[in-house]
């Protein structure tokens, strides 16, 4: 069974950084390119990064909206993919969702930036 | 970037209609596309890839079409468990961009 769990959320102050982290199990995290997608209150979805595979050399993508300020990486080791964003606004309170592929999704994890 | 306008933003609609959904493309996006349904408090779900390929478990009711650079995300007969929020995705080029999500509700 495919298990996706995102971990380290919180309430973090502007200007501040956070690292996600997504834990995954169930099947072949070496074939797979991975996402982190997420979710303002109320609002819709936004990609955020995606990185690919060990066959296209750990590629990294990144929404614009966010470049510069993101960084996504993976431990094939460990099955598990990482998002750290830093100089966090207020605009980017949101869920957090891992996702291989966009087949399967984490439940997400909630990051809210708040003086 | 890819925009992809998706209409209409909400809807509501009985039970037993069939209703469409759809995301305009800014560029060719070719089939590369997918649609998610998104219930309250629940991760996203793929429903449709490939623009026209149902996903595993998702019922025959749904069904997605393609006439050049509209998709659309159709329920053929709408039952009470598909009030949700749906999103397509294009995934052509980077940034992969999403559409701005349709609320249906049942009325």
């Known amino acids: 069974e495919v298990q996706i769990l995102e971990t380290g959320g919180g309430l973090v102050k502007p200007g501040g950084s956070l690292r996600l982290s997504c834990a995954t199990s169930?099947?072949?995290?070496?074939?797979?390119?991975m996402n982190w997608v997420r979710q303002a209150p109320g609002k819709g979805l936004e990609w955020v990064a995606q990185?690919?595979?060990?066959?296209?050399?750990?590629?990294?993508y990144y929404a614009e909206s966010l470049e510069g300020r993101v960084t996504i990486s993976r431990d094939d080791s460990k099955s598990s993919v990482y998002l750290q964003v830093s100089s966090l606004r207020a605009e980017d309170t949101a869920i957090y969702y891992c996702?291989?592929?966009?087949?399967?999704w984490g439940q997400g994890v909630m990051v809210t930036v708040s003086s | 970037d890819i925009q992809m306008t998706q209409s209409p933003s909400s809807m509501s609609a009985s039970l037993g209609d069939r209703v469409t959904i759809t995301c305009q493309a800014s560029?060719?996006?070719?089939?590369?596309l997918i649609w998610f349904q998104q219930k309250p408090g629940k991760s996203p779900r793929p429903m449709i890839y490939?623009?026209?390929n149902l996903a595993n478990g998702v019922p025959s009711r749904f069904s997605g079409s393609r006439s050049g650079s509209d998709y659309s995300l159709t329920i053929s007969s709408l039952e009470s468990e598909d009030m949700a929020d749906y999103h397509c995705?294009?995934?052509?080029?980077?940034?992969?961009?999403f559409g701005s999500g349709t609320k249906l509700e049942i009325k």
């Open positions: 996702t291989r592929a966009f087949d399967y």
């Open positions: 169930g099947f072949n995290f070496n074939d797979y390119f």
């Open positions: 990185i690919r595979n060990k066959n296209y050399n750990y590629a990294t």
């Open positions: 560029q060719d996006i070719g089939n590369n």
């Open positions: 490939y623009a026209t």
């Open positions: 995705l294009q995934y052509k080029q980077y940034p992969l961009t």
